[in-house]
């Protein structure tokens, strides 16, 4: 547990400015795409709350106003020199996936279709998939910041501006571009229904060993990303085609015939864990389309399974 966790603050900090701790790692996880990252980020903005004396403190008449805004310019360093640790990555990076319910209701509602961008909406529930989220990488760091706390926060343009310093007409071309971006792939999906059938056919397919079974369930052009950040052993590129990928992920299960996969609900909807000696060894994810998985992703970064337990 954080230093600064509400559970046990520092005296002299309001119950309301603790609460905020859940809503700041919300938008932490959203913009930086690891939890870890967020801990930090949410660390960072309560000690700078906490290094002001108490009339500076007593001076801030909207507290959870001002921890977005400084959470924001917290975020937006970092993203600035992520680019650079993502190179120095080992292998293939991807987000940390979470349980479905693990932000639940901390996100705004989205911001009323009257907001000047009527033509330019993008329906997001309250969670993140890996699907935006990798979506979001390919994001300038103020794009993102800015399709965060519009899209899902529900902040207005003007508040925006001033956590990422652009004039709120800039902030609203921003979040258009953001948009335009996340359409293009149609991150937001069409619903579980399909993704959850599709997936679950093809987990049946891999443990039953069936191998045509499995083939028919990839689009020709699927790729498969494995994320095992330099600790666990995990394909350094991303593996492509549908014999390719098929044949990798039946090369898995055969090296573990004591594991089994189990299911789990994310912001994608169905995912499965891959349970093996006693704990979660990875978490399988995919991107639906059409009735085929177009990608697949496999966490086996350990730091990124902390929120999984067989």
């Not at 980020?41 to 700078?48: D, F, G, I, S």
């Not at 060993?209 to 494995?226: F, I, M």
């Amino acid at each position: 547990m954080s230093d600064l966790d509400p559970a046990d603050g520092p005296v002299g900090v309001g119950d309301a400015v603790l609460a905020e701790r859940r809503r700041l790692l919300a938008i932490g996880y959203r913009m930086l795409g690891t939890l870890a990252e967020a801990e930090d980020a949410v660390q960072e903005t309560y000690v700078r709350w906490y290094r002001m004396t108490d009339a500076e403190r007593a001076a801030v008449r909207n507290p959870q106003g001002w921890l977005t805004r400084v959470m924001s310019r917290v975020c937006l360093d970092v993203l600035g020199s992520a680019r650079a640790r993502r190179e120095r990555y080992v292998g293939e990076w991807l987000p940390e996936p979470v349980p479905a319910d693990l932000f639940s209701g901390a996100a705004g509602r989205a911001p009323a279709p009257d907001d000047g961008d009527p033509f330019d909406r993008v329906s997001l529930d309250e969670e993140v998939s890996t699907a935006l989220l990798v979506v979001m990488e390919a994001m300038t760091p103020a794009e993102r910041v800015a399709f965060v706390l519009h899209d899902v926060f529900a902040l207005p343009f003007d508040e925006i501006a001033e956590a990422v310093g652009r004039s709120p007409a800039a902030v609203r071309q921003l979040a258009t571009s953001a948009r335009r971006r996340v359409r293009a792939h149609d991150a937001p999906g069409r619903g579980t229904r399909e993704h959850d059938d599709v997936l679950a056919a093809f987990v049946a397919a891999a443990t039953g060993g069936d191998l045509a079974a499995l083939t028919g369930l990839l689009d020709p052009s699927v790729t498969l990303r494995a994320d095992g950040g330099g600790v666990v052993s995990a394909a350094r590129r991303p593996v492509l085609g549908v014999d390719h990928v098929a044949r990798f992920v039946l090369g898995i299960l055969q090296k573990r015939p004591t594991a089994v996969l189990a299911a789990r609900r994310t912001g994608d909807g169905l995912a499965f864990a891959l349970e093996d000696e006693g704990r979660v060894q990875a978490l399988v994810n995919a991107r639906v389309r059409d009735g085929r998985i177009t990608d697949l992703w496999l966490q086996v970064n350990p730091g990124k399974l902390t929120t999984w337990s067989a």
